[in-house]
Protein backbone atom coordinates (compact mmCIF):
# COMPACT_ATOMS: atom_id res chain seq x y z
CA UNK A 1 0.00 0.00 0.00
CA UNK A 2 1.18 3.64 -0.92
CA UNK A 3 2.59 5.61 2.12
CA UNK A 4 -0.39 8.18 1.65
CA UNK A 5 -3.12 5.56 2.66
CA UNK A 6 -0.85 4.58 5.47
CA UNK A 7 -0.83 7.68 6.59
CA UNK A 8 -3.97 8.22 5.69
CA UNK A 9 -5.10 5.36 7.83
CA UNK A 10 -2.59 6.00 10.58
CA UNK A 11 -4.52 9.81 10.48
CA UNK A 12 -8.01 8.30 10.76
CA UNK A 13 -7.21 6.14 13.72
CA UNK A 14 -5.65 8.69 15.84
CA UNK A 15 -8.44 11.03 15.28
CA UNK A 16 -11.71 8.87 16.19
CA UNK A 17 -9.57 7.50 19.21
CA UNK A 18 -8.84 10.50 20.70
CA UNK A 19 -11.81 11.50 19.73
CA UNK A 20 -13.46 8.63 21.16
CA UNK A 21 -11.05 9.07 24.63
CA UNK A 22 -12.27 12.53 24.83
CA UNK A 23 -16.35 11.59 24.54
CA UNK A 24 -16.21 8.49 27.44
CA UNK A 25 -14.61 11.21 29.75
CA UNK A 26 -17.59 13.76 29.09
CA UNK A 27 -19.97 10.31 29.86
CA UNK A 28 -18.25 9.57 32.63
CA UNK A 29 -18.61 13.06 34.26
CA UNK A 30 -22.16 13.19 33.21
CA UNK A 31 -23.22 10.22 35.22
CA UNK A 32 -20.89 11.36 38.23
CA UNK A 33 -22.60 14.33 37.99
CA UNK A 34 -25.97 12.71 39.09
CA UNK A 35 -24.18 10.62 41.49
CA UNK A 36 -23.48 13.61 43.53
CA UNK A 37 -19.79 13.10 43.53
CA UNK A 38 -17.64 16.27 44.47
CA UNK A 39 -14.64 17.09 42.07
CA UNK A 40 -12.11 18.54 43.38
CA UNK A 41 -10.87 21.76 40.70
CA UNK A 42 -7.54 20.28 39.69
CA UNK A 43 -9.07 16.59 38.98
CA UNK A 44 -12.25 18.51 37.43
CA UNK A 45 -10.03 20.93 35.25
CA UNK A 46 -7.38 18.41 34.08
CA UNK A 47 -9.59 15.14 33.59
CA UNK A 48 -9.56 15.41 29.96
CA UNK A 49 -6.06 16.52 29.53
CA UNK A 50 -5.49 13.45 32.07
CA UNK A 51 -7.35 11.62 29.59
CA UNK A 52 -5.83 11.89 26.68
CA UNK A 53 -2.35 11.96 27.71
CA UNK A 54 -2.76 8.40 29.46
CA UNK A 55 -3.89 7.30 25.88
CA UNK A 56 -0.94 8.79 24.42
CA UNK A 57 1.36 7.37 26.60
CA UNK A 58 -0.09 3.63 26.44
CA UNK A 59 -0.80 3.69 22.47
CA UNK A 60 3.29 4.56 22.41
CA UNK A 61 4.17 2.32 24.71
CA UNK A 62 2.66 -0.45 22.64
CA UNK A 63 3.36 1.26 19.11
CA UNK A 64 -0.45 1.27 18.26
CA UNK A 65 0.16 3.75 15.63
CA UNK A 66 3.23 1.94 14.47
CA UNK A 67 2.73 1.56 10.68
CA UNK A 68 4.99 -0.84 9.60
CA UNK A 69 5.45 -2.74 6.07
CA UNK A 70 4.39 -6.15 7.86
CA UNK A 71 1.39 -4.43 9.11
CA UNK A 72 -0.68 -7.46 11.37
CA UNK A 73 -4.32 -6.93 11.90
CA UNK A 74 -4.28 -9.25 14.77
CA UNK A 75 -1.38 -7.57 16.63
CA UNK A 76 -2.78 -4.03 16.23
CA UNK A 77 -6.11 -5.70 17.85
CA UNK A 78 -4.25 -6.78 20.73
CA UNK A 79 -2.41 -3.74 21.15
CA UNK A 80 -5.62 -1.75 20.94
CA UNK A 81 -6.70 -3.83 23.76
CA UNK A 82 -3.66 -3.68 25.76
CA UNK A 83 -3.44 0.00 25.18
CA UNK A 84 -7.21 0.56 26.52
CA UNK A 85 -6.44 -1.50 29.34
CA UNK A 86 -3.13 0.57 30.28
CA UNK A 87 -5.07 3.96 30.05
CA UNK A 88 -8.02 3.22 32.25
CA UNK A 89 -5.41 2.20 34.67
CA UNK A 90 -3.82 5.49 34.70
CA UNK A 91 -6.29 7.69 34.43
CA UNK A 92 -8.04 5.74 37.22
CA UNK A 93 -5.36 5.88 39.15
CA UNK A 94 -4.67 9.70 38.79
CA UNK A 95 -8.66 9.87 39.69
CA UNK A 96 -7.60 7.66 42.99
CA UNK A 97 -4.17 9.78 43.72
CA UNK A 98 -6.07 13.22 43.64
CA UNK A 99 -9.61 12.91 44.74
CA UNK A 100 -9.68 10.50 47.54
CA UNK A 101 -11.03 7.24 47.92
CA UNK A 102 -14.43 8.32 49.14
CA UNK A 103 -14.99 10.18 46.16
CA UNK A 104 -13.44 8.00 44.43
CA UNK A 105 -15.53 4.64 45.07
CA UNK A 106 -18.70 6.67 44.07
CA UNK A 107 -17.25 7.75 40.68
CA UNK A 108 -16.02 4.25 40.11
CA UNK A 109 -19.41 2.98 40.01
CA UNK A 110 -20.00 5.62 37.06
CA UNK A 111 -17.31 3.99 35.05
CA UNK A 112 -19.68 0.82 34.03
CA UNK A 113 -20.80 3.59 31.18
CA UNK A 114 -17.39 4.81 29.89
CA UNK A 115 -16.55 1.20 29.90
CA UNK A 116 -19.49 -0.08 28.07
CA UNK A 117 -18.81 3.41 25.82
CA UNK A 118 -15.23 1.96 25.18
CA UNK A 119 -15.63 -1.48 24.68
CA UNK A 120 -19.30 -0.92 22.21
CA UNK A 121 -16.76 1.83 20.02
CA UNK A 122 -13.46 -0.68 19.93
CA UNK A 123 -15.57 -3.73 18.65
CA UNK A 124 -17.19 -1.32 16.15
CA UNK A 125 -14.45 0.68 15.08
CA UNK A 126 -11.91 -2.15 14.70
CA UNK A 127 -14.41 -4.03 12.48
CA UNK A 128 -15.22 -1.20 10.42
CA UNK A 129 -11.20 -0.79 9.87
CA UNK A 130 -10.75 -4.41 9.45
CA UNK A 131 -13.45 -3.82 5.97
CA UNK A 132 -11.73 -0.74 4.91
CA UNK A 133 -8.72 -1.91 4.86
CA UNK A 134 -9.13 -5.08 2.94
CA UNK A 135 -11.35 -2.88 0.45
CA UNK A 136 -9.02 -0.43 0.28
CA UNK A 137 -6.36 -3.09 -0.41
CA UNK A 138 -8.37 -4.65 -3.44
CA UNK A 139 -8.90 -1.37 -4.86
CA UNK A 140 -5.15 -0.58 -5.38
CA UNK A 141 -3.05 -1.81 -8.39
CA UNK A 142 0.53 -0.46 -6.68
CA UNK A 143 0.86 -2.46 -3.61
CA UNK A 144 4.61 -3.46 -2.89
CA UNK A 145 5.63 -6.07 -4.53
CA UNK A 146 8.00 -8.59 -2.55
CA UNK A 147 9.22 -12.12 -3.14
CA UNK A 148 12.29 -13.98 -1.81
CA UNK A 149 14.78 -15.82 -3.42
CA UNK A 150 16.58 -18.71 -2.04
CA UNK A 151 15.30 -21.94 -1.21
CA UNK A 152 15.99 -23.53 2.28
CA UNK A 153 14.54 -23.93 5.63
CA UNK A 154 15.17 -20.46 6.47
CA UNK A 155 13.67 -18.52 3.10
CA UNK A 156 10.42 -20.79 4.30
CA UNK A 157 9.74 -19.76 7.34
CA UNK A 158 10.10 -16.22 6.36
CA UNK A 159 7.98 -16.70 3.26
CA UNK A 160 5.85 -17.85 6.25
CA UNK A 161 5.53 -15.03 7.95
CA UNK A 162 5.53 -12.69 5.16
CA UNK A 163 2.28 -15.01 4.26
CA UNK A 164 0.43 -14.74 7.35
CA UNK A 165 1.64 -10.78 8.94
CA UNK A 166 1.24 -8.51 6.22
CA UNK A 167 -1.70 -6.53 5.11
CA UNK A 168 -0.12 -3.49 2.81
CA UNK A 169 2.19 -5.87 0.76
CA UNK A 170 1.73 -8.13 -2.31
CA UNK A 171 3.71 -11.37 -1.21
CA UNK A 172 4.48 -12.75 -4.52
CA UNK A 173 6.49 -16.12 -2.71
CA UNK A 174 9.89 -17.77 -3.05
CA UNK A 175 11.59 -17.29 -6.75
CA UNK A 176 13.52 -20.14 -7.54
CA UNK A 177 13.76 -23.28 -6.00
CA UNK A 178 17.51 -24.08 -5.86
CA UNK A 179 19.42 -24.27 -2.62
CA UNK A 180 23.03 -23.55 -1.81
CA UNK A 181 23.96 -27.03 -2.24
CA UNK A 182 22.89 -27.21 -5.89
CA UNK A 183 25.28 -24.54 -7.06
CA UNK A 184 28.67 -26.23 -7.61
CA UNK A 185 31.01 -22.70 -6.94
CA UNK A 186 30.65 -19.50 -6.24
CA UNK A 187 31.05 -18.15 -9.67
CA UNK A 188 27.85 -20.02 -10.74
CA UNK A 189 25.68 -18.68 -7.56
CA UNK A 190 26.76 -15.62 -8.16
CA UNK A 191 25.51 -15.64 -12.13
CA UNK A 192 22.23 -17.50 -10.69
CA UNK A 193 21.71 -14.86 -8.73
CA UNK A 194 22.61 -11.95 -10.81
CA UNK A 195 20.23 -13.13 -13.10
CA UNK A 196 17.82 -13.58 -10.64
CA UNK A 197 18.05 -9.43 -9.64
CA UNK A 198 17.53 -9.05 -13.53
CA UNK A 199 14.14 -10.62 -13.93
CA UNK A 200 13.08 -9.51 -10.93
CA UNK A 201 13.36 -6.27 -11.87
CA UNK A 202 11.65 -7.16 -15.28
CA UNK A 203 8.33 -8.46 -13.09
CA UNK A 204 8.61 -5.16 -11.40
CA UNK A 205 9.34 -6.69 -7.42
CA UNK A 206 10.15 -3.66 -4.94
CA UNK A 207 11.62 -5.69 -2.30
CA UNK A 208 13.53 -8.84 -2.85
CA UNK A 209 15.10 -11.03 0.21
CA UNK A 210 17.89 -12.84 -0.28
CA UNK A 211 18.10 -15.66 1.96
CA UNK A 212 21.31 -18.10 1.54
CA UNK A 213 24.36 -18.75 3.97
CA UNK A 214 27.28 -15.99 3.85
CA UNK A 215 29.87 -18.67 2.24
CA UNK A 216 28.44 -18.24 -1.28
CA UNK A 217 28.71 -14.69 -0.71
CA UNK A 218 31.77 -12.84 -1.59
CA UNK A 219 30.76 -9.74 -2.80
CA UNK A 220 27.43 -7.98 -1.08
CA UNK A 221 28.19 -4.85 -2.37
CA UNK A 222 27.93 -6.00 -6.11
CA UNK A 223 24.20 -7.07 -5.65
CA UNK A 224 22.92 -4.09 -3.78
CA UNK A 225 24.72 -2.19 -6.23
CA UNK A 226 22.95 -4.01 -9.13
CA UNK A 227 19.32 -3.56 -7.22
CA UNK A 228 20.23 0.24 -7.15
CA UNK A 229 20.47 0.43 -10.21
CA UNK A 230 16.75 -1.33 -10.95
CA UNK A 231 15.51 1.07 -8.23
CA UNK A 232 14.85 -2.03 -6.21
CA UNK A 233 15.77 -2.83 -2.59
CA UNK A 234 18.04 -5.67 -1.85
CA UNK A 235 17.37 -7.35 1.60
CA UNK A 236 20.06 -9.90 2.56
CA UNK A 237 18.50 -12.75 5.40
CA UNK A 238 22.09 -14.98 6.28
CA UNK A 239 20.79 -18.67 5.98
CA UNK A 240 21.90 -20.22 9.44
CA UNK A 241 19.68 -23.34 9.56
CA UNK A 242 22.83 -25.38 8.72
CA UNK A 243 24.73 -24.48 11.94
CA UNK A 244 21.65 -24.20 14.03
CA UNK A 245 18.18 -26.26 14.09
CA UNK A 246 17.12 -23.86 17.29
CA UNK A 247 15.62 -20.67 17.22
CA UNK A 248 17.82 -18.13 17.94
CA UNK A 249 17.55 -14.06 18.21
CA UNK A 250 20.04 -11.05 16.26
CA UNK A 251 20.87 -7.79 17.37
CA UNK A 252 23.11 -4.98 15.85
CA UNK A 253 26.03 -3.96 17.93
CA UNK A 254 27.90 -0.80 15.68
CA UNK A 255 28.14 -2.66 12.77
CA UNK A 256 28.67 -6.38 13.92
CA UNK A 257 25.44 -8.64 13.81
CA UNK A 258 25.49 -10.16 16.87
CA UNK A 259 23.71 -13.86 17.32
CA UNK A 260 21.96 -14.87 20.50
CA UNK A 261 20.38 -17.95 21.93
CA UNK A 262 16.96 -15.98 22.70
CA UNK A 263 15.38 -12.64 23.13
CA UNK A 264 15.39 -11.21 26.36
CA UNK A 265 13.91 -8.12 26.83
CA UNK A 266 15.47 -7.08 30.14
CA UNK A 267 18.55 -6.85 28.24
CA UNK A 268 16.77 -3.33 27.38
CA UNK A 269 18.03 -0.74 30.09
CA UNK A 270 14.43 1.28 29.56
CA UNK A 271 12.68 -2.19 29.95
CA UNK A 272 14.87 -2.85 33.37
CA UNK A 273 13.98 0.64 35.07
CA UNK A 274 10.19 0.18 33.94
CA UNK A 275 10.03 -3.17 35.70
CA UNK A 276 12.05 -1.67 38.79
CA UNK A 277 9.39 1.51 39.10
CA UNK A 278 6.53 -1.03 38.73
CA UNK A 279 8.30 -3.23 41.50
CA UNK A 280 9.47 -0.05 43.67
CA UNK A 281 6.10 1.33 43.51
CA UNK A 282 4.36 -2.40 44.12
CA UNK A 283 5.94 -3.62 46.82
CA UNK A 284 5.79 0.03 48.80
CA UNK A 285 2.38 -0.09 48.56
CA UNK A 286 1.72 -3.50 49.99
CA UNK A 287 4.56 -2.80 52.49
CA UNK A 288 2.70 0.12 53.92
CA UNK A 289 -0.99 -0.58 53.66
CA UNK A 290 -0.98 -4.36 54.36
CA UNK A 291 2.12 -5.65 56.08
CA UNK A 292 2.30 -2.54 58.43
CA UNK A 293 -0.35 -3.97 59.89
CA UNK A 294 -0.82 -7.39 59.28
CA UNK A 295 2.95 -8.60 60.23
CA UNK A 296 2.25 -8.35 63.89
CA UNK A 297 -0.92 -9.88 63.91
CA UNK A 298 0.83 -13.27 62.22
CA UNK A 299 4.45 -12.60 63.53
CA UNK A 300 2.41 -13.28 66.95
CA UNK A 301 0.23 -16.33 65.89
CA UNK A 302 2.96 -17.85 64.63
CA UNK A 303 5.39 -17.12 67.72
CA UNK A 304 2.34 -18.23 70.12
CA UNK A 305 1.93 -21.84 68.03
CA UNK A 306 5.42 -22.98 67.89
CA UNK A 307 8.86 -22.01 69.20
CA UNK A 308 11.69 -19.98 66.78
CA UNK A 309 11.13 -16.56 65.26
CA UNK A 310 8.25 -15.19 62.59
CA UNK A 311 10.43 -14.74 59.74
CA UNK A 312 11.91 -17.82 57.95
CA UNK A 313 15.26 -16.79 56.30
CA UNK A 314 16.94 -18.92 53.98
CA UNK A 315 19.60 -18.43 51.28
CA UNK A 316 18.11 -18.52 47.37
CA UNK A 317 19.25 -18.73 44.07
CA UNK A 318 19.08 -14.90 42.67
CA UNK A 319 19.82 -13.15 39.66
CA UNK A 320 23.18 -14.34 37.48
CA UNK A 321 22.91 -17.35 40.16
CA UNK A 322 23.96 -15.13 43.43
CA UNK A 323 22.39 -16.17 46.17
CA UNK A 324 20.38 -13.55 48.70
CA UNK A 325 18.75 -14.27 51.50
CA UNK A 326 15.42 -14.98 51.26
CA UNK A 327 11.96 -14.10 53.76
CA UNK A 328 9.22 -15.96 54.49
CA UNK A 329 6.32 -16.24 57.33
CA UNK A 330 7.69 -19.56 58.87
CA UNK A 331 4.90 -22.02 58.42
CA UNK A 332 6.95 -24.91 59.88
CA UNK A 333 8.36 -25.87 63.11
CA UNK A 334 11.91 -26.08 63.41
CA UNK A 335 13.36 -28.27 62.01
CA UNK A 336 17.00 -29.73 60.30
CA UNK A 337 15.77 -30.64 56.95
CA UNK A 338 14.23 -26.83 56.04
CA UNK A 339 17.08 -26.14 52.91
CA UNK A 340 16.99 -29.77 51.59
CA UNK A 341 13.20 -31.31 51.79
CA UNK A 342 10.38 -29.17 50.42
CA UNK A 343 7.16 -29.40 51.61
CA UNK A 344 4.84 -32.39 50.88
CA UNK A 345 1.16 -33.00 51.02
CA UNK A 346 0.44 -33.86 54.71
CA UNK A 347 4.04 -32.74 55.92
CA UNK A 348 3.60 -33.03 59.82
CA UNK A 349 6.25 -29.77 59.52
CA UNK A 350 3.44 -27.56 58.67
CA UNK A 351 1.79 -25.80 61.90
CA UNK A 352 -1.85 -24.61 61.95
CA UNK A 353 -1.53 -21.37 60.73
CA UNK A 354 1.14 -22.51 58.58
CA UNK A 355 -1.34 -24.83 56.83
CA UNK A 356 -3.64 -21.10 56.56
CA UNK A 357 -0.45 -18.97 55.24
CA UNK A 358 0.72 -21.43 52.75
CA UNK A 359 -2.63 -21.94 51.23
CA UNK A 360 -3.63 -18.68 51.11
CA UNK A 361 0.33 -17.35 49.97
CA UNK A 362 0.24 -14.97 52.86
CA UNK A 363 3.92 -16.85 53.60
CA UNK A 364 5.19 -15.25 50.79
CA UNK A 365 4.37 -11.46 51.50
CA UNK A 366 7.46 -10.67 53.56
CA UNK A 367 9.01 -11.47 49.99
CA UNK A 368 8.32 -7.09 49.05
CA UNK A 369 11.46 -6.58 51.49
CA UNK A 370 13.31 -8.35 49.16
CA UNK A 371 11.80 -6.55 45.93
CA UNK A 372 12.40 -3.42 47.62
CA UNK A 373 15.54 -3.57 48.25
CA UNK A 374 16.37 -5.05 44.86
CA UNK A 375 16.92 -9.13 45.42
CA UNK A 376 13.51 -10.11 43.92
CA UNK A 377 11.36 -8.60 41.26
CA UNK A 378 7.26 -8.87 42.01
CA UNK A 379 7.08 -11.53 38.89
CA UNK A 380 9.60 -13.85 37.89
CA UNK A 381 11.24 -17.38 38.08
CA UNK A 382 10.39 -18.88 41.85
CA UNK A 383 13.97 -18.45 43.75
CA UNK A 384 15.10 -22.27 44.74
CA UNK A 385 16.94 -23.59 47.72
CA UNK A 386 20.77 -23.46 46.49
CA UNK A 387 20.67 -27.36 47.13
CA UNK A 388 17.62 -27.70 44.32
CA UNK A 389 19.62 -25.19 42.07
CA UNK A 390 22.79 -27.67 41.93
CA UNK A 391 20.56 -30.78 41.52
CA UNK A 392 18.15 -29.63 38.79
CA UNK A 393 20.79 -27.91 36.66
CA UNK A 394 22.87 -31.25 36.89
CA UNK A 395 19.70 -32.84 35.34
CA UNK A 396 18.22 -29.79 33.12
CA UNK A 397 20.31 -28.53 30.05
CA UNK A 398 18.90 -24.74 30.21
CA UNK A 399 17.84 -24.61 34.47
CA UNK A 400 20.15 -21.24 34.32
CA UNK A 401 18.08 -19.47 31.72
CA UNK A 402 15.48 -18.92 34.61
CA UNK A 403 18.12 -16.66 37.07
CA UNK A 404 18.94 -14.07 33.92
CA UNK A 405 17.00 -12.24 35.63
CA UNK A 406 15.54 -11.29 39.30
CA UNK A 407 13.42 -14.06 41.14
CA UNK A 408 9.74 -13.07 41.71
CA UNK A 409 6.81 -13.32 44.53
CA UNK A 410 4.75 -14.93 41.64
CA UNK A 411 5.54 -16.47 38.16
CA UNK A 412 4.28 -17.37 34.68
CA UNK A 413 4.65 -21.12 35.80
CA UNK A 414 2.80 -19.94 39.02
CA UNK A 415 -0.17 -19.16 37.83
CA UNK A 416 0.63 -21.69 34.88
CA UNK A 417 -0.55 -24.75 37.28
CA UNK A 418 3.51 -25.63 38.16
CA UNK A 419 3.29 -24.61 41.20
CA UNK A 420 4.20 -26.59 45.15
CA UNK A 421 6.49 -30.25 45.03
CA UNK A 422 8.26 -31.05 42.13
CA UNK A 423 7.84 -35.06 42.35
CA UNK A 424 9.79 -35.51 39.01
CA UNK A 425 12.37 -34.39 37.05
CA UNK A 426 9.38 -33.45 34.18
CA UNK A 427 7.59 -31.51 36.79
CA UNK A 428 10.53 -28.51 37.00
CA UNK A 429 11.31 -29.01 33.25
CA UNK A 430 7.85 -28.00 32.83
CA UNK A 431 8.14 -24.91 35.56
CA UNK A 432 11.65 -24.15 33.60
CA UNK A 433 9.99 -23.77 30.09
CA UNK A 434 7.15 -21.50 31.55
CA UNK A 435 10.33 -19.25 33.01
CA UNK A 436 12.15 -19.62 29.63
CA UNK A 437 8.70 -18.52 27.62
CA UNK A 438 8.66 -15.32 30.56
CA UNK A 439 12.13 -14.47 29.87
CA UNK A 440 11.62 -14.22 26.09
CA UNK A 441 8.95 -12.66 26.33
CA UNK A 442 8.61 -10.04 29.17
CA UNK A 443 6.26 -6.71 29.18
CA UNK A 444 4.79 -4.28 31.81
CA UNK A 445 1.69 -5.86 30.91
CA UNK A 446 2.83 -9.27 31.20
CA UNK A 447 3.43 -8.58 34.57
CA UNK A 448 0.66 -6.89 35.77
CA UNK A 449 -1.55 -10.05 34.02
CA UNK A 450 0.23 -12.48 36.18
CA UNK A 451 -0.69 -10.29 38.67
CA UNK A 452 -4.28 -10.50 38.41
CA UNK A 453 -3.56 -14.09 38.08
CA UNK A 454 -1.80 -14.62 41.10
CA UNK A 455 -5.13 -13.39 43.11
CA UNK A 456 -7.60 -14.97 41.11
CA UNK A 457 -5.90 -18.07 41.65
CA UNK A 458 -5.45 -17.65 45.23
CA UNK A 459 -8.95 -16.32 46.05
CA UNK A 460 -10.00 -19.76 44.15
CA UNK A 461 -7.58 -21.89 45.90
CA UNK A 462 -4.68 -23.81 44.52
CA UNK A 463 -4.74 -27.67 44.89
CA UNK A 464 -0.66 -27.72 44.68
CA UNK A 465 -0.44 -25.27 47.61
CA UNK A 466 0.48 -27.49 50.68
Same mark, same amino acid.
Given at each position: ???? =???? +? ?7 ? +? ?82 ? &??? =? ?82 ? +? ?21 ? $? ?36 ? &? ?65 ? &? ?10 ? +? ?53 ? =? ?17 ? =? ?60 ? $??
Amino acid at each position: MLNR =HKFS +FLFCCILVD +FSAIIASTYIFLKYTSTSKVVWNEFVLNNMVIVSVITWMISSLYFRLYSIETSFNLEAFYRHTWRSFIAQYILWQSFIFLFQGS &TQY =HIGLQCSLYQVSFWVIYLVLSRAFITVLLFKIKNSLNKLLKVAIWGFNRTSIELASVLESNVTFINFKGILNEESDEDFASPED +FKKSLTQAITNAHADKIDELYIV $ASSENINDLNYYFELADNYCMRLKFVPDFSNISTEPFS &TANFNNFQVIKPRNEPLQNASNRLVKRLFDLTFSTLVIIFILSWLYPILACIIKYQSKGPALFVQLR &TGKRNKSFWCYK +FRSMSLNQNSDSLQAQKGDPRVTPIGKFIRKTSLDELPQFFNVFMGDMSIVGPRP =HMLKHTKDYNDLISNFMVR =HYVKPGITGLAQVSGYRGETRKVSDMKRRVNADILYVQNWSLIKDIKICFLTLIVTIKGDSN $AY
